[in-house]
């Protein structure tokens, strides 16, 4: 008797981690919490640098030539990083090291291997607009995955196009090309120490930036300015940027900082470790 119930406690403690590991990885999935979709014209991408650290959160989904089937929002998700790509959602996918990475007639291709060794691909297949339509993977042990993005209505993209500061809207070489003008941004980072993922901002935020001569206007309050200057500025994770203004705010709001793009557009506004981002 003694010797069933040591038998019985040994089985039960030797489950308690796998327990907890099935727990623990069912609170991991339910934390991945996204907006929306990822739209075909969210953003633009002109060299393949631009997709590290990009989430994808795919509408449709086809295995191989089979039938394509609407997603729930955040039901698959992939991520590009760096040095690796994580697709979540799918059985037989999972994280996969970047070999190599180079762009393609198609758009941008992606050498992976898997934990087990084994080859794989990814194509991020971009149209004549440099937007992403779809994201396709393919290997010989999982087979063919295809992923597609999210497209808006006409209409829809006409009220975005209206309201949103595009970014090719303005050139900006100087605090003095800034002067007058109101940006509605696109896109946010609330805190960038904290995530480098934005969220789309709504129309019904009314969230603004307006610089004037001597103030600039911002959500987080109207300050005076001290001196704006113009440098060149390599910004990480960002190959476009090429030059920063950097615009000294009296009091405690310390400093604005407007990165451009070598064709002297606006790529992003920065105040406060919040990132505020124009429409692609």
Request: glycine share 6%.
């Amino acid at each position: 008797m003694q010797s069933r119930i040591f038998t019985l406690l040994l089985l039960f403690a030797l489950a308690i981690p796998n327990l907890f590991a099935q727990t623990n990885a069912f609170a991991q999935q339910e934390e991945t919490q996204v907006e929306s979709f990822t739209y075909v014209s969210d953003r633009r991408y002109n060299v393949i640098h631009e997709l590290d650290g990009e989430m994808f959160v795919p509408s449709q989904y086809q295995i191989g030539q089979g039938e394509i089937k609407g997603l729930n929002l955040g039901q698959v998700i992939l991520n590009i990083l760096p040095a690796k790509v994580m697709i979540s959602g799918v059985e037989s996918l999972g994280e996969f090291q970047i070999l190599s990475k180079y762009p393609d007639r198609v758009g941008f291709i992606y050498e992976l291997m898997d934990l087990k060794g084994q080859s794989a691909r990814l194509k991020v297949v971009v149209n004549q607009e440099k937007y992403v339509d779809l994201l396709y993977f393919f290997s010989k042990s999982a087979g063919e995955h295809t992923f597609y993005l999210a497209l808006k209505k006409d209409t829809e993209l006409a009220a975005e196009k209206t309201y949103f500061t595009g970014k090719n809207q303005y050139f900006v070489r100087a605090y003095s090309n800034l002067i007058d003008k109101t940006i509605y941004p696109y896109s946010i980072i609330e805190d960038a120490t904290k995530t480098d993922q934005a969220s789309r901002v709504k129309q019904s935020d009314n969230l603004t930036i307006a610089f004037a001569e001597k103030t600039v206007t911002t959500p987080k309050g109207t300050f005076e300015i001290k001196d704006a200057n113009t440098y060149a500025y390599n910004l990480q994770g960002f190959p476009g940027v090429k030059s920063m203004i950097e615009i000294n705010l009296k009091g405690k709001a310390g400093k604005m900082m407007v990165f451009l793009n070598f064709k002297q557009q606006i790529e992003l506004i920065e105040l406060a470790n919040t990132r505020y981002f124009l429409m692609p």
